[in-house]
Every structure is written in C-alpha cells, then in structure tokens.
C-alpha cells in the first residue's frame, strides 16, 4: 500500500538530498567547466591529446564536453 511505502520514500529522501546539493553545485559550475575546457584546447599539445583520448572507443566517439553534460540529463531519469 501507499502508506507502507512512506518510511521507505522518506528514507530514500535522506540518501538523495545530499546528492542533490552535490549535483545543484555540478550544474552551477558546468558553464565554468566549459570554459576552462575551451581555453585548455587552445593549447594543442592538450588538444592533441584529448582527441586521441576522445578517438578511443571507450569514449564510443563521444567529446569530453559531453561526458561533461552527460550528468545533467541522467537526474532526472535518476529521481
């Protein structure tokens, strides 16, 4: 029943809640991510590297500015 659940959901609230703050200061900070990325890939020696780490095909040709957004969207299927 839906009452049963309560102390379940609220307990599941107690683990989450943190996590939230976690990810609030993810998102805050994502802009500044990118930024910082885009002016390291200014130097190509960096950018050298990272496409060949990109290229590997456990990135399954995926760029690190999507690795980097990728958090965003799994909350919400996640919650």
Not at 22 to 27: H, L, P, S, T
Not at 49 to 78: G, H, I, N, S, W
């Amino acid at each position: 029943t839906t009452a049963s659940m309560l102390p379940f959901s609220a307990d599941l609230f107690d683990i989450l809640l943190p996590m939230l703050n976690i990810y609030q200061e993810f998102v805050r900070n994502h802009q500044y991510s990118l930024q910082i990325l885009a002016h390291c890939k200014q130097n190509r020696d960096f950018d050298k590297l990272l496409k060949q780490y990109e290229a590997k095909p456990d990135c399954e040709e995926r760029t690190l500015e999507t690795f980097l957004t990728y958090p965003m969207f799994q909350v919400k299927f996640t919650v």
